[in-house]
């Protein structure tokens, strides 16, 4: 059996390129219901629907001139014959061949025709009364004719987008394959390791490219199921290559990214990188299994947020914590059980290879991962918002279970700007909500010039220089409050710092102190410098490196916020 897969078309008067050619006559009317079995018979059909025979004698030198010698020459003929009845025609295609001897002699025949000798003519004249019509069977993948498959599924959004994947391992390696399948049009992919022996119980790679680079490996395969990919491969450090402005703007090129190397590194190089810089990147998917490849998570990140996959893996961390479904979620991604931690690291983004499961348990993952993240692409780029996805599948083999699905959606962060040193403040929005209603019931209580004020609950990333604001509390019951300042209480701190901190694993925990400026500027007064001072000159009282003061003037419907950070370092004698 021989294939012959056909590229695309070359229009008429175009310059012909290098390679097998297989020539084409198309005709706006259809063909006899019985294909010709004869060359004569078929030459005669073609004049008597207007194709002239010199245009037939072109057709066939072209072909056989552009096809190597001691191989066969293929021609397609296309009739409008396709189609519902009183509708447009479409071209149906048939294929015919030339056998090799045939096609060599005909060569011969085409090349004396060039050179202007007579018996060109003649031989053609001699094959054409002699020789039969092979049919050959056409297997159509032309989109004008053919529905594809797939074209209600979530992944059909996948088709004719350009993806860059970073990670081309157990996760990277099966997207991949699921992207090329869906039809994507350009695909970049990033590694730097190597195909080896032990990986391909659940990566997709062939054994033949044991020793090869991933990103190669992965690039053949995937150009094997789909011929029209347009691929690149990266086989290079991801953090480095960050810092290379023209491969960083390649990258950037992409409809979207997805972040499949479960690397805590990478995604903190990323985090870092649009902390810096203006923040405009393609979505990213950032996705991670859990320690037997029962549990999936997905975040999805947009340019519209100040965080990307540390801030999300965060957030959702947080929020899972809050929810009694999200209990067997944190327990997989986040587990305080030691022994747990010694398999596994507790974050999502681990880059050791510590998961155990087969390529079936990390195509099931990463399968709904992949249509779960054509659903959120699918949005338009206004109402895309920063999204958490998990899959739940350690039941899933249980007849009285079922796999299951959680799915949060996260509002950007208020971000405030310290001035001091810099610090990016990201002020959730329900703890912002909360210090206003605290605002407003000091108003309703006492008037609008009475400050108040309360504890702040976070954490914080020197690294990046982040300072998370994730809750608020109102004023302490040992608070004085007057129109002349506000002194924070400290009656109940300890307890909702620990309470926080149990609660959601470490994520949350006490950062420092807000309070207000009634109908005023939001800029700390002397008194409040005064109190820093005292405050971290002393290592009895207070042991924390660094306090975050949040300053709210106006008043409660139009409030002015700002946002200090005070160091230890800063008082050092």
């Not at 491969?247 to 992409?254: K, P, V």
Request: hydrophobic letters at 40%; one cysteine or more.
């Amino acid at each position: 059996k021989v294939v012959t897969e056909l590229g695309r078309w070359v229009e008429y008067g175009e310059e012909i390129p290098e390679g097998k050619l297989a020539t084409a006559i198309l005709l706006p009317r259809s063909m006899p219901h019985e294909y010709p079995a004869t060359m004569l018979d078929l030459i005669t059909a073609l004049i008597v629907r207007g194709i002239p025979l010199n245009l037939i004698k072109s057709t066939v030198s072209i072909g056989v001139l552009s096809t190597a010698p001691g191989q066969p020459a293929i021609f397609l003929l296309g009739a409008a014959m396709r189609g519902i009845a009183g509708g447009e025609r479409l071209q149906h295609l048939a294929c015919w061949r030339i056998v090799a001897d045939q096609a060599d002699k005909l060569r011969e025949a085409a090349v004396k025709k060039l050179e202007g000798q007579p018996a060109g003519d003649t031989e053609f004249s001699d094959w054409a009364l002699n020789a039969k019509v092979e049919w050959c069977r056409v297997l159509e993948d032309r989109p004008e004719i053919v529905e594809r498959r797939d074209s209600t599924s979530a992944s059909h959004w996948w088709h004719g987008k350009h993806v860059a994947i970073l990670g081309c391992g157990a996760i990277g390696s099966a997207v991949a394959m699921i992207l090329a399948r869906a039809g994507i049009k350009r695909l970049q992919l990033y590694d730097n390791a190597i195909v080896a022996p032990g990986l391909l119980v659940r990566q997709n790679f062939p054994r033949r490219d044991i020793g090869y680079t991933k990103c190669s490996s992965l690039k053949h395969s995937v150009q094997a199921a789909n011929g029209d990919l347009d691929v690149s491969d990266h086989y290079t450090d991801l953090i480095a290559m960050l810092g290379n402005e023209e491969r960083l703007s390649e990258l950037m090129s992409a409809d979207a990214i997805i972040d499949a190397t479960a690397s805590i590194s990478v995604a903190s190089a990323l985090e870092h990188l649009f902390r810096h810089r203006p923040k405009k990147h393609p979505p990213i998917l950032s996705m991670c299994l859990g320690h037997n490849a029962d549990f999936a998570m997905m975040t999805f990140s947009v340019d519209s947020a100040p965080g990307l996959s540390i801030d999300l893996d965060r957030k959702s961390k947080i929020t899972l914590a809050n929810a009694v479904a999200g209990r067997p979620f944190l327990e997989e991604f986040w587990p305080r059980a030691s022994e747990r931690r010694k398999l596994f690291q507790p974050e999502p983004g681990c880059s050791s290879p510590t998961f155990r499961g087969s390529f079936a348990d990390v195509l099931g993952l990463v399968a709904p991962m992949t249509n779960a993240g054509a659903v959120l692409l699918a949005a338009h780029p206004q109402k895309r918002h920063p999204s958490f996805f998990g899959l739940d599948l350690s039941s899933a083999g249980r007849a009285t279970r079922r796999a299951r699905e959680l799915a949060y959606t996260f509002q950007p962060d208020h971000v405030l700007k310290d001035r001091r040193h810099g610090y990016e403040i990201r002020l959730n929005r329900d703890a912002s909500a909360a210090m206003l209603a605290w605002i407003r019931r000091s108003e309703r209580l006492h008037g609008d010039r009475i400050e108040t004020g309360g504890v702040l609950f976070g954490s914080v990333d020197e690294f990046l220089k982040v300072i998370w604001v994730d809750e608020v509390s109102g004023p302490p019951p040992d608070s004085i409050a007057s129109p002349a300042g506000f002194l924070c209480g400290t009656a109940g701190v300890a307890h909702m710092h620990e309470e926080k901190k149990s609660r959601t694993g470490g994520s949350v925990s006490f950062i420092g102190m807000w309070h207000t400026h009634p109908r005023g500027l939001p800029t700390p007064s002397p008194t409040d410098l005064r109190a820093m001072n005292e405050l971290l000159r002393d290592q009895r009282s207070y042991l924390g490196q660094r306090f975050l003061m949040i300053i709210v003037g106006g008043i409660s419907g139009f409030p002015i916020i700002s946002a200090s950070v005070f160091q230890r370092s800063d008082y050092d004698s």
